[in-house]
């Protein structure tokens, strides 16, 4: 499967700023998607992020609040802007590897102080 | 209505029995099931998907899907304690985007 290193690992931020999350991708992929784990919840999409397009967010998020770019098929960025403590939650990336599914990075936990 | 249905648990099985975890989901049109797990601080790991009717087994995992019942489940024989973690349901819809149920915690006592 695709192996995907997504870095920061863990961020304490103040409130008010922003943080950028990486993702790179060991293989070229067409779709790339940004997910919020909320403490003790599953799994919500922010946005897909496709490489030369603007992306697509779900109902709820907005790109003033959740930039994201795309450069190239390998990596995304995706930050979180303005931030407050309704923010902290964990970050992950994920692809979707016709052979092998949907894989996820490691996740970046995001604390809001 | 939820998208995607799991009994949040927590469910508790001895070592050594048959765990079941089960799901079920709204939008008739979907396309790809799958099962992730994802331990306490980790990233889900996909570890069963299934697309066609019927069950499909790896090792002790079997993934059995009724797409009449809009109904997917999870069969875990010989428990093991290594197997407590939270299981997730997912599903693609026709988009091809994954909705996950909100997940079932699973312990296994030795």
């Known amino acids: 499967s695709a192996v995907i290193s997504q870095k920061p690992s863990r961020d304490i931020c103040q409130r008010g700023t922003s943080l950028t999350i990486q993702c790179q991708v060991d293989s070229q992929v067409t779709m790339m998607f940004w997910y919020r784990q909320q403490p003790g919840q599953s799994l919500t999409l922010i946005a897909t992020a496709n490489q030369g397009s603007e992306a697509t967010y779900e109902s709820g998020f907005v790109i003033d609040k959740f930039p994201i770019s795309r450069p190239n098929l390998t990596f995304s960025t995706l930050t979180v802007s303005n931030m407050s403590p309704e923010d902290s939650s964990i970050y992950l990336c994920?692809?979707?590897?016709?052979?092998?599914?949907?894989?996820f990075g490691s996740g970046t936990r995001l604390t809001v102080v | 209505q939820k998208e995607v249905e799991q009994n949040s648990g927590p469910l508790s099985v001895p070592e050594g029995a048959i765990a079941s975890l089960n799901c079920t989901y709204s939008d008739r049109g979907s396309q790809s099931f799958f099962w992730y797990r994802q331990y306490s601080g980790k990233s889900p790991e996909l570890i069963m998907s299934?697309?066609?009717?019927g069950d499909k087994e790896d090792g002790r995992f079997t993934a059995q899907l009724n797409k009449a019942s809009q109904y997917v489940s999870l069969l875990i024989r010989d428990s093991q304690p290594s197997d407590s973690a939270t299981y997730l349901c997912?599903?693609?819809?026709?988009?091809?985007?994954?909705?996950f149920g909100g997940g079932t915690r699973l312990m296994v006592k030795p």
């Open positions: 299934i697309y066609s009717n």
């Open positions: 994920s692809v979707d590897s016709v052979s092998y599914g949907y894989t």
């Open positions: 997912a599903v693609t819809n026709a988009g091809n985007m994954l909705t």
